[in-house]
């Protein structure tokens, strides 16, 4: 019915959002064309090619499938870490962020672990690795080199080059550490590493020609991981490969790089490299330079292995001269702060889209900002949560107000609603008109409950994204049992809050916060016009509890949020109902019951207390003789 759409459409846009973000996997971003010609010329030129730097593509070059870096077999038997990393000398990485090595051996970023965060909250667990090497059980690592022309006998680095330490043995900030190597045939190869406080390594490298013949190198640099991790699998965030290419964010899962898909494109400015829910790997070139970029799967190695790399133009160095090429290269936390700063101080290209921000960027970025300014003046993300919730309330309240009034007008005619529904039960159409009429005539719009709904939509979906992406919100507490705003409410009413001790389904884990919730929500329900179908009614009452455990596998912060919410706009709506002689229902009932308890109307309930001596009436007879005779106080 006419009057009932509103709850029709705000119900079906809650249960489309909610339902839709949980269990709707890998929905594509955007429709990409299918380079399948390209794609089986590269499958039969890899049975023709053999294992070479070569493999990795020139600007204007024949494009060719590259083996993931020379040398690397993947019928290698994988070993233990630390035995992984003792095939090779190494120097150390220190600082107050991160720690690991670089392999002397092939000059391999291969190994580094983020001191900062850990696998879980238990203060013992394992400190998070990012990079491993080679010969490990899970290679993640990266290299960076030159290629030289395809038809040139110049000898270039390889995986097996040893390089030598000059300088400081041990890299951290504001100490650089400096390798070297020779190639025998005049030119010599220096490789400047620097590291800044965080996740940014600075990649100087130089070649010195004293071979007496000009030479032409192409500086190129690789990202690549064995293995497909565990990820996430929802569709709202993008884990794999990824990178911004002629201002363009191009983003490859690992599924479609499996099943063959390939990308590759030439750019002035840019980055690309690979990203986890939380961590990320990635290669800035020099931004005023144009580089040849790729995403691709080396079909050859059972585990998988994926690589994002690329290769700029040829640089010529003439006989007693030298050239010098800048790569940047971020390992680490996408922390928003640093990952803003990065794109502002090197001038990188839509930088900040490493995180995952989503469609709505523009209302979910600012929100992000509103909840990091609030919690540095609170120090707790959920206080700020509760804060942007009234912030939010404030910001459309006049709307709000609106709704909740035709609401409250809505719910004072159902009497007359209902009236009409019984003398025309077997007119719908002439039904529909009379009630139509009594709109017009009242100045109602049946429509206006949704707003309150179709408002908080946009702020639910972009909460939810701040608090699925951003590492701000991992392990951020609030008080009592909650200890990650980013996780679900970790007790259930099925255990008895954790006094019995059970291990649940994930279905059964109804916690307090999501039961809270599911009452606010009831009473909310209860406080609209009731459907004049009786089964539309009964599928209202019944919402809450399915939303109760719905949103209990949802992040705590979310259902805080929505609880919180609840809970204001029952204040509004009741004020606003009070104001327009409506009371609710439960309301009622509450009422009803004390005056049975007490035995007063609901007006003397109401109404202040007022003593004999203040009205100057005299007591009555039965009241005089209970007071004279009650006992005194000693």
Not at 143 to 170: A, H, M, Q, Y
Not at 266 to 295: S, V
Request: hydrophobic content about 40%.
């Amino acid at each position: 019915m006419e009057d009932q759409r509103n709850f029709i459409l705000a119900a079906t846009l809650c249960i489309m959002v909610l339902l839709g973000w949980q269990f709707f996997y890998a929905i594509p971003q955007m429709e990409r064309q299918k380079q399948i010609q390209e794609a089986e010329a590269l499958r039969n030129a890899e049975t023709e090619q053999t294992v070479s730097n070569t493999d990795i593509p020139a600007p204007g070059a024949t494009n060719r499938a590259a083996d993931l870096v020379e040398g690397l077999d993947p019928s290698a038997q994988a070993l233990p870490r630390e035995e992984a990393l003792a095939l090779s000398p190494r120097v150390a990485i220190k600082s107050d962020t991160v720690d690991g090595s670089i392999a002397l051996k092939g000059a391999f970023f291969d190994d580094l672990r983020l001191l900062r965060y850990r696998e879980t909250l238990d203060e013992s667990s394992n400190i998070i690795t990012l990079l491993s090497p080679v010969q490990s059980q899970t290679p993640y690592f990266a290299k960076f080199s030159w290629r030289g022309p395809e038809d040139s006998n110049v000898i270039v680095p390889t995986d097996e080059t040893l390089w030598t330490v000059s300088g400081n043995s041990t890299l951290a900030p504001g100490a650089p550490v400096t390798l070297t190597w020779a190639n025998g045939q005049g030119l010599t190869f220096e490789r400047e590493i620097a590291l800044d406080d965080n996740y940014l390594f600075t990649v100087t490298d130089r070649v010195q020609n004293n071979s007496g013949a000009e030479v032409t190198l192409y500086p190129y640099a690789i990202i690549n991981r064995k293995g497909t991790p565990n990820i996430t699998g929802i569709w709202i965030l993008h884990e794999g490969l990824i990178g911004v290419f002629n201002e363009t964010l191009e983003t490859y899962g690992y599924s479609s790089l499996k099943d063959g898909e390939t990308f590759k494109q030439e750019t002035t400015g840019g980055w690309l490299g690979i990203t986890d829910k939380y961590w990320m790997t990635a290669l800035i070139p020099d931004q005023t330079k144009t580089f040849f970029g790729r995403f691709i799967e080396n079909a050859r190695d059972p585990s998988d292995s994926y690589q994002a790399d690329f290769v700029q133009n040829g640089l010529t160095i003439a006989p007693g001269t030298n050239t010098e090429n800048v790569t940047h290269f971020f390992a680490g936390a996408k922390k928003v702060s640093l990952i803003d700063q990065y794109r502002a101080d090197l001038n990188i290209d839509r930088f900040d889209l490493a995180i995952d921000w989503g469609w709505f960027y523009f209302i979910t970025k600012p929100l992000f900002y509103i909840l990091d300014w609030s919690n540095n003046a609170t120090g707790n993300f959920g206080v700020a949560i509760l804060l942007l919730t009234v912030l939010i309330k404030i910001a459309f309240f006049p709307l709000a107000n609106k709704s909740y009034e035709a609401m409250s007008k809505m719910k004072k005619l159902q009497p007359e609603m209902i009236r009409l529904r019984d003398r025309y039960k077997d007119d719908k159409m002439k039904q529909q008109q009379e009630l139509m009429e009594l709109y017009k005539k009242e100045k109602i719009n049946p429509l206006a409950g949704c707003l309150p709904v179709l408002i908080q939509i946009p702020v639910f979906f972009a909460l939810y994204k701040v608090l699925f992406v951003t590492i701000e919100m991992r392990h951020a507490p609030f008080f009592g049992w909650i200890q990650d705003l980013a996780a679900p409410d970790p007790t259930s009413i099925f255990n008895l809050f954790g006094l019995i001790p059970i291990d649940l389904p994930q279905i059964l884990m109804v916690g307090i916060w999501p039961i809270i919730m599911g009452a606010t929500m009831f009473l909310q329900t209860k406080m609209n016009p009731a459907p004049n179908d009786p089964m539309q009614e009964k599928i209202f009452l019944y919402m809450p509890i399915v939303f109760t455990f719905v949103l209990a596998s949802f992040p705590a912060g979310l259902v805080i949020y929505w609880a919180w919410n609840n809970v204001l706009s029952i204040a509004q709506q009741y004020i606003i109902m009070r104001r327009n002689g409506v009371d609710p229902e439960w309301d009622k009932k509450i009422v009803s019951l004390f005056t049975q308890m007490t035995g007063k109307t609901k007006e003397e309930l109401a109404a202040p207390a007022v003593s004999a001596s203040e009205t100057g009436a005299e007591p009555a007879e039965g009241e005089a003789e209970s007071t004279s005779k009650k006992p005194r106080a000693d």
